[in-house]
C-alpha cells in the first residue's frame, strides 16, 4: 500500500481553481517530484497533504486511511518560507516540534543533537535562529522537518539559499532518508535536482496536471532534436544537411540541432568522411527543455 496517494484532489478559493484533480502517489523510500510554474498549485497541494487545509473534492489516503489523528507523528514538513521563529533557541523550537509529534523529551534532544552533528554544527544548539545566516537557518528548518523520523516529508525548495557544499550535504540526507524507507514529496524549481533525486514526476500547470509520470518514460515521448558532435579535425557544410536546423560550433566540435531523426546519421557519415569523430551523441531533452516546452511561455 502506498504511504501518500492522492485521487482527483480539487482545491478552490472562491471562484479560482487552484489544484485540479491531481492525483498522485508517492510509494515507499520514493522521492516525487512536484513541479510547476509560480501559482501552479504546488503549495496548496502541499498544504492539503499536511492537514492544513481540506480538499474540496477528491480525496488523500496516507497507508491507504483519509487524514486521521495522529498523522502529524509520521509526517514532516520543510515550507518555502521559513517555518521558524526567529527569536527562540535551536533547541527549544526544534524538541519542542518533535515532542508536538510524539517523540520523548529525551529522544527529540537526542536526535536533535546528531542532526546538528551530522552537518557539523553542533554549537547551534543555544543560538537563536535570527543569529544564523539564511543557509543556515534553512538547514535547521531541515532539521525540524525530520527530527521525528517521519515516514511521510513534505519539502519545498529544500536547497534554496544553500551554498553547493550545502546542496551536496543535504541532497545526500535526503537520499539517505528516501533509502531507509522514508517517502517524499519534493518541490523545486530546479530541474537538475529533480534529474538528479526523482523517478516519478507530476509538472502543474495553471493547476492542471500536464505531464506526469516516470522521467525516462516521459522524456522518451520528447523528439531527440540535439546532436552532439566531437570532432578531431573541422567538418565542413554541415547546416546544408537536410533536416539540419542550426549549427554552433562548441569546444572540440559542434551542437547542431535537427527536425528528424535520420538527420543523425547523415550528420555522423558527413563527419566520418571528413575526419575522426570522438563523439557522437543524438541528445534527450532535458526536463528543463520540458518543462519549459510545457508551461515556459505562460508564467503567471
Ligand atoms: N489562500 C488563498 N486564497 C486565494 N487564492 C489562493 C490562496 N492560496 C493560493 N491561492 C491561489 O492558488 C493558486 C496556486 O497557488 P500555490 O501557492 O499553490 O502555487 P505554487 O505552485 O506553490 O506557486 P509558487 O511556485 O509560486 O510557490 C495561485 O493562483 C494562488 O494565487
Redesign the pocket.
Known amino acids: 500500500m502506498e504511504p501518500l496517494k492522492l485521487v482527483n484532489v480539487v482545491?478552490q478559493?472562491?471562484d479560482?481553481t487552484?489544484?485540479n484533480q491531481i492525483s498522485l502517489e508517492v510509494g515507499r523510500g520514493e522521492i516525487y517530484g512536484l513541479l510547476?510554474?509560480?501559482?501552479?498549485?504546488?503549495?496548496?497541494?502541499?498544504?492539503m497533504v499536511l492537514g492544513l487545509i481540506y480538499p474540496d473534492g477528491g480525496e488523500i489516503l496516507y497507508n491507504g486511511k483519509p487524514y486521521h489523528a495522529g498523522l502529524q507523528q509520521i509526517m514532516g514538513y520543510l515550507p518555502?518560507e521559513r517555518g521558524l521563529y526567529p527569536k527562540i533557541k535551536v533547541s527549544e523550537q526544534i524538541v519542542y516540534l518533535a515532542r508536538l509529534r510524539g517523540m520523548s523529551q529525551q529522544d527529540a534532544d537526542k536526535s536533535l543533537r546528531y542532526w546538528l552533528e551530522r552537518f557539523d554544527v553542533p554549537e547551534y544548539y543555544d543560538k537563536r535562529i535570527e543569529e544564523l545566516s539564511k543557509g543556515n537557518q534553512q538547514k535547521m528548518g531541515f532539521i525540524a522537518a525530520i527530527v521525528h523520523k517521519p515516514q511521510i516529508v513534505i519539502l519545498?525548495e529544500a536547497f534554496s539559499g544553500l551554498d553547493p557544499v550545502n546542496v551536496e550535504l543535504l541532497k545526500a540526507t535526503v537520499k539517505e532518508l528516501r533509502d531507509e524507507g522514508t517517502s517524499i514529496l519534493f518541490?523545486t524549481?530546479r530541474m537538475e535536482h529533480v534529474e538528479e533525486l526523482c523517478q516519478r514526476i507530476t509538472i502543474?500547470h495553471k493547476?492542471n496536471t500536464v505531464v506526469q509520470g516516470n522521467i525516462r518514460d516521459i522524456k522518451s515521448r520528447y523528439p531527440r532534436e540535439e546532436v552532439l558532435l566531437h570532432t578531431i579535425g573541422d567538418v565542413s557544410g554541415l547546416d546544408a544537411i537536410p533536416g539540419v536546423t542550426a549549427v554552433e560550433r562548441i569546444d572540440r566540435g559542434y551542437h547542431i540541432r535537427i527536425a528528424a531523426p535520420e538527420t543523425a546519421q547523415a550528420i555522423l557519415q558527413k563527419a566520418m568522411q571528413e575526419t575522426t569523430v570522438e563523439r557522437f551523441e543524438i541528445k534527450e531533452p532535458t526536463l528543463n527543455q520540458i518543462f519549459i516546452q510545457e508551461v515556459g511561455d505562460s508564467h503567471?
Open positions: 482545491k478559493y472562491g479560482k487552484a489544484v510547476g510554474a509560480n501559482g501552479a498549485g504546488k503549495t496548496t497541494t502541499m498544504r518555502e519545498d518541490s524549481h502543474l493547476s503567471e
